[in-house]
């Protein structure tokens, strides 16, 4: 059995979007790092964030809360964050939270990226 290994990375931007690739399991252990990331691409004025979420195998409150901190770190400086390739977990726990109804779910990195800028 081989186990994921959790991370982030900052991948190839998708137009005016920057794009973040998180992998494994999106938690405590990784949240620091998520922060930083999300921290970095906001002070470089990258607010439009798409979050490729293909390879995350679990989410949990850790991760739920640096969510909601880069969506109003984007939105505070008019940008958005969009999510792509939301698994099922993820998907329903954005659903007990209400976060479903204020976070784009797009089936891959190029819709999240297709659709219009925030202004």
Known sequence: ?????????RSADA????????????????APLLRAAVDELVAEDR???????????????????IM??????????RGELRLAQVCAQVRKLLELTGLDTVVGMYPDVASAAAGPVPR
């Open 68 to 77: 909601a901190y880069a969506m109003r770190s984007a939105e505070a400086r």
């Open 47 to 65: 607010v439009h964030l798409v979050w490729d979420l293909a390879d995350v195998t679990f989410m949990d409150s850790a991760g739920l809360g």
């Open 15 to 30: 137009g005016t979007w920057a794009v973040l690739t998180l992998r494994g399991e999106t938690d405590l252990a990784i």
């Open 1 to 9: 059995m081989r186990v994921p290994i959790s991370g982030v990375e």
